[in-house]
Structures are given as C-alpha cells and as structure tokens.
C-alpha cells in the first residue's frame, strides 16, 4: 500500500508534466545532459579498469577519451532513432489527411531532438571550458550552428524530417573517433587502423549518396 500510494503522484508527475507536449522539448535537454554526463563517468570508471594506457595519458587526453564517448553515444542513438524516423516510422509516410511532412511532428521524434540540443550544450560548455584543447573555433562554430537548427526544429515542430536526414550524417562520428582512439593509444600503424579507415570512407560514400536518392525521390512525390 505504501508503494502504491506514492507510485499514483510519481505516475501523475510523469504524465501531466514531465511528458506533457509543454515540456517535452525541457525535459528532454535536461535528459541529455544528464546522459553526458553518466557516459563521461562511466568511461572514466570502466577506462582506468580496462585500458592500461588509459592512466598513463597526460590529463588533457584523459577528458578527450571521455569526451569523445559522450559524441559515440550521441551520434548512435540519434543515428538509430534518425534512421528510424525517416525509413520506418509512419510519421512521415505518405498520407494525405496528415497534413504536410515538412509540419509533422510527434512527442518522440521532438524528445530526441531535445536529448540531441541537450548533447550539443554539454559538448559545446565542454569546448569552451577546455578551448584550444578539444577544438578550435571551427568546432564552436559548428556546435552553434547545429544547436541552433536542432533547436529550432524541436521547438517548432518543423522540418524534422530533413532535420532526422541530416542526422543521419552521424553515422561516421563513431569510426572517426574509434580511429582518435587508436592513435593515441599507439596503433596508428596497424591493420586495424586501416580498415578503420576503409569502412569511415565507404559508411560516408554510401550514406551520402542513399540519402541524396532519398531527398530527391520524396520531394518528387510530395510536389506531385
């Protein structure tokens, strides 16, 4: 009886304001920052555990190995839920009483652009704190601008397709830092530096080209 009586107000909490369409866009950057943060703990944990070459690396090294598998993170779960929004969800399949694809818009698909505004606050607060050292201005500047589109899309609800299409382009974030990962522990000159290299060069060839197909086939049929 005791649990049930607060398991009512928790439930209550989580409905009418947490998922509530008002607060969705909030709760969801708050969600991904918070995400940030537990990877970049947890890899700092599980690194000094499993990698010997870890504790080794002068400080500066140490926060960018954790930085970046806050971005392998990030760049996994909006490339699945990306990915599943523009070829199987029926968010934006093609139905007319639906309205246009450009104005659809659904409380997932503006949770995970939150948690992605949310991601790219942590990191943009991390490279400023830490600049020069885990990017230049190139790396602000592209933070902004994403964060600024992101935003915008979540807030408005429009144009999150070609916002979930974009997205997509994260698919190479993990290889590319995978392939940070092994130089710096030392493994620049091995076999698997060069498939790293293979795989990152074909993974962008073939989702550049699959997703120019795709933007020109849909924006035939929606101008039919």
Same mark, same amino acid.
């Given at each position: ?11 209550? =909490?989580?409905?009418?304001?947490? %998922? ?21 703990? =947890? &890899? $700092? ?10 504790? *080794? ?13 806050? /971005?392998?993170? !990030? ?7 990306? %990915? ?10 093609? @139905? $007319? ?8 818009? /659904?409380?997932?698909? &503006?949770? *995970? =652009? ?18 020069? *050292? ?6 602000? %500047? !592209? ?12 807030? &408005? ?38 498939? @790293? ?28």
């Amino acid at each position: 009886m005791g649990i049930k009586s607060y398991q009512n107000p928790a439930e209550l =909490l989580v409905k009418e304001y947490l %998922l509530a369409d008002s607060f969705i866009p909030y709760t969801s950057i708050i969600c991904g920052i918070c995400a940030c943060k537990m990877v970049y703990d =947890l &890899t $700092q944990l599980f690194s000094s555990v499993y990698f010997k070459s870890y504790p *080794s690396l002068p400080k500066i090294q140490r926060t960018e190995w954790s930085n970046r598998s806050i /971005s392998t993170f !990030h760049a996994m779960f909006i490339t699945a839920m990306s %990915l599943y929004f523009v070829f199987w969800s029926n968010l934006y399949s093609d @139905n $007319q009483y639906a309205g246009m694809v450009t104005f659809r818009s /659904s409380a997932l698909s &503006t949770f *995970s =652009l939150g948690a992605s505004v949310g991601y790219f606050l942590a990191d943009l607060g991390m490279i400023i704190w830490f600049y020069p *050292s885990l990017g230049g201005m190139e790396y602000v %500047l !592209h933070h902004l601008l994403s964060l600024a589109a992101v935003a915008y899309s979540m807030l &408005t609800g429009e144009g999150q397709l070609y916002t979930f299409m974009v997205l997509i382009s994260e698919t190479t974030t993990p290889g590319i830092n995978l392939r940070w990962y092994l130089d710096t522990v030392g493994m620049k000159r091995s076999k698997a530096y060069l498939v @790293n290299g293979v795989v990152i060069f074909v993974a962008w060839l073939l989702e550049y080209s699959c997703l120019c197909i795709y933007f020109i086939t849909s924006t035939c049929t929606m101008i039919r």
